[in-house]
């Protein structure tokens, strides 16, 4: 190497900041300040620093920097998306969109969901069937609104049928015995002006009136054809009962 240019390298090297002191910051020290020999402080993760095996007494050239702040953006994207799943489990696809809306770039949030799915903390198919479970033991809900929710979610085709098909066979119910339920529990919330119209004669405005609430009821909740018509006609049974 010519000496000229070994005299530059060795100067770059020399005006490289030196780190002086590091400084714990927030209620659990989880993010540090590192103060230099000149120039201002810089804000990285614990975890980013120990990473880059930097200490007191260490320069920081431009590359070293760099790399340092490229580990505490890893680091600060990774624990943005455990904060999520923390609360519930969320698909990929929700994942990404908010960690975007925190301000996130692409090239460090797929490399970071990559990591949480090898690991199993990312599971779109465990949120399904867990989803679905959920909506058929609090809320029930056809299938094609069930499909339509998951898919909402980002949660793939294959995995939304899958899903849902395995979670009514666990949970031994179809989606007739679904409609039927939300029909009777419809009736029981009713008042007794509307059960007296859907009881009464299928001309009146009236009956039309009341039938078509409890269709546009029903058809929102995911039920069609020959399911929807079963639970229209299971609900009128019941108005006719309670007149």
């Not at 620093?49 to 760099?66: F, K, M, Q, T």
């Not at 989803?131 to 949660?155: M, N």
């Not at 009777?184 to 009464?200: C, F, M, N, P, V």
């Not at 009956?207 to 909740?221: D, F, I, P, V």
Request: glycine share 6%; net charge positive.
């Amino acid at each position: 190497m010519p000496a000229g240019e070994a005299s530059r390298i060795g100067q770059s090297i020399e005006a490289a900041p030196r780190i002086l002191r590091v400084q714990p910051v927030g209620p659990r020290g989880l993010r540090v300040l590192l103060h230099f020999d000149r120039g201002d402080p810089l804000d990285v993760s614990l975890e980013a620093l120990e990473l880059s095996r930097l200490g007191v007494g260490d320069s920081l050239p431009s590359a070293r920097r760099h790399d340092l702040e490229s580990l505490d953006a890893d680091v600060r994207v990774r624990d943005a998306a455990l904060n999520l799943i923390s609360y519930r489990a969320r698909t990929r696809a929700e994942l990404t969109r908010r960690l975007r809306q925190k301000g996130f770039p692409p090239e460090r949030i797929d490399p970071c969901l990559d990591r949480l799915e090898s690991k199993g903390l990312i599971d779109d198919a465990a949120v399904a069937a867990a989803f679905v479970r959920d909506r058929l033991r609090h809320r029930p809900r056809g299938r094609t609104r069930l499909s339509s929710e998951l898919r909402a979610k980002g949660v793939d085709g294959d995995l939304v049928q899958s899903a849902i098909d395995r979670v009514f066979e666990d949970e031994s119910v179809t989606d007739r015995e679904l409609a039927l339920e939300v029909a009777e529990k419809w009736i029981e919330r009713q008042a007794a002006a509307t059960l007296s119209a859907l009881a009464g004669d299928r001309q009146s405005d009236g009956w039309e009136r009341a039938r078509r609430r409890l269709n546009g009821y029903l058809t929102r909740r995911g039920f069609r054809g020959d399911t929807l018509r079963a639970a229209i006609d299971r609900a009128v049974e019941l108005a006719e009962a309670a007149r």
